[in-house]
């Protein structure tokens, strides 16, 4: 199962990034599996009943505020491209702030969720799907690090 989360993570991280939009992350996914990562999230919670539609009316809601910090990520990134060959120290600055805002709100998210799962499911389920969601946006962190470039580097790999 890990395997299956981690190349979802790389294939939509991989995806948004590289085309640069803010593509819904439930096409990408159906493109590469033929399903939403909604679908990969209650499999991988495997829950019935009672459960199973309390978990997803909280789900529902998770993801409509997870997309949004998603989108703030990518117009991030986004501006950190476009500012990249001309960036100032106020420019830099703007973008790290973001980052670290949109950082912290994740956390706030999680946060808030969990206690909501937890109410609804209980803790050890709860803790599944906080679990799931970090390990998610851990890959898809270090899956975007890994392809954009350091301040500077391009510039340290010219041929004088």
Do not use: C, H, W
Request: charged share 25%.
């Amino acid at each position: 199962m890990k395997k299956l989360l981690l190349l979802f993570a790389v294939a939509f991280s991989s995806a948004t990034f590289s085309q640069s939009t803010l593509k819904d992350d439930i096409d990408v996914v159906q493109s590469v599996y033929g399903r939403s990562k909604s679908e990969l999230v209650n499999q991988y919670m495997g829950l019935s009943g009672t459960q199973a539609a309390d978990f997803a009316k909280i789900y529902e809601a998770y993801e409509a505020e997870r997309k949004k910090l998603g989108e703030e990520k990518i117009n991030l990134i986004n501006q950190y491209a476009t500012d990249y060959a001309a960036l100032t120290d106020a420019k830099a600055d703007v973008i790290v702030k973001g980052v670290l805002k949109n950082n912290t709100a994740y956390d706030k998210l999680y946060s808030a969720y969990y206690e909501k799962v937890k109410k609804a499911i209980g803790a050890i389920n709860a803790t599944k799907f906080i679990q799931l969601e970090i390990y998610l946006q851990t890959e898809i962190r270090s899956s975007l690090q890994n392809a954009i470039p350091f301040v500077g580097e391009l510039e340290m790999t010219k041929v004088k």
